[in-house]
């Protein structure tokens, strides 16, 4: 059974800093293009950043660019998205979600591309 478990999430204060951490089990994450989507209440589901296998294409939300970071560790089947400089905006729900193609596409951002979701972890970033 195929799975992937979002962890990390939690409050914030405005200019700090999360990490969010995808772990997958029952398939091998090195295979898949992986991608971060957030939602926040009442808002649709949006594309975050995505991470391609080795040598492949990376991809961020204009509105995360230069505070986010994507990054894999094969060896721990797992994603990371190291997130700084929060805002208030930032605030929602993240999902990590794994496609079987190994790169991201030029439409990355498109929900209907990727097989596999998490749950998602809560993120709030409140003074």
């Known amino acids: 059974q195929l799975q992937l478990v979002e962890s990390g999430g939690g409050l914030v204060q405005p200019g700090g800093s999360l990490r969010l951490s995808c772990a997958a089990s029952?398939?091998?994450?090195?295979?898949?293009?992986i991608a971060w989507f957030r939602q926040a209440p009442g808002k649709e589901r949006e594309g975050v950043s995505c991470i391609s296998t080795s040598a492949g294409p990376i991809n961020y939300a204009d509105s995360v660019r230069g505070r986010f970071t994507i990054s894999r560790d094969n060896a721990k089947n797992t994603v990371y998205l190291q997130m700084n400089s929060l805002k208030a905006e930032d605030t929602a729900v993240y999902y990590c979600?794994?496609?079987?193609?190994?790169?991201?596409?030029?439409?990355?951002?498109?929900?209907?591309?990727?097989?596999?979701w998490g749950q998602g972890t809560q993120v709030t970033v409140s003074s």
């Open positions: 029952g398939f091998t994450l090195d295979y898949y293009a």
């Open positions: 979600a794994a496609d079987k193609f190994p790169r991201c596409l030029t439409t990355w951002y498109t929900r209907g591309r990727y097989e596999y």
